[in-house]
């Protein structure tokens, strides 16, 4: 699996998203009380844009009209249908037995170490035969 820097921290404030392209794909990359995580933009039910949903709490309830707020800023709700969605695991908790948001793995780096590589040019083997130059790719 490649890695790929697609922010610095402080581009992406404590419950907020930003949306990232990474190699074709949309990503929203979440700040959730100072850790990070990624999900796929993509809502597993019917395909909206699951990043542009508002972030939330999860919503409890024992009994009718006594309800409570839990894990304020960790769960995000599709725009078009309103599933809900655990933004660390990416579990639904409309189909928690069988739907789930893409999730990818999210390191956060010191710019010190991302700079002292290793980095390797990528080379391609050159050589000339009878007044023609040739690439082997």
């Known amino acids: 699996m490649s890695r790929h820097v697609v922010a610095t921290v402080d ?13 074709g794909r949309e990503i929203g990359i979440y700040n959730v009380h100072g850790e990070f995580h990624a999900l796929v933009n993509r809502c597993p039910h019917e395909g909206a844009a699951l990043c542009l949903g508002p972030i939330l709490a999860r919503f409890t309830a ?9 894990r304020h800023g960790e769960m995000l709700r599709c725009p078009w249908h309103g599933w809900e969605f655990d933004i660390k695991t990416g579990q639904s908790w409309c189909h928690p037995e069988s739907v789930k948001a893409r999730t ?3 390191e956060v780096v010191a710019g010190e170490a991302l700079a002292k590589g290793p980095f390797v040019a990528e080379t391609v083997p050159v050589s000339v035969e009878q007044q023609y130059v040739v690439v082997e790719m």
Request: glycine share 8%; proline share 12%; charged share 25%.
């Open 11 to 23: 581009e992406i404030a404590p419950g907020t998203c930003k949306i990232v392209a990474v190699s």
């Open 62 to 70: 024992d009994r009718p009209g006594k309800y409570r707020l839990t």
């Open 104 to 106: 990818y793995p999210v």
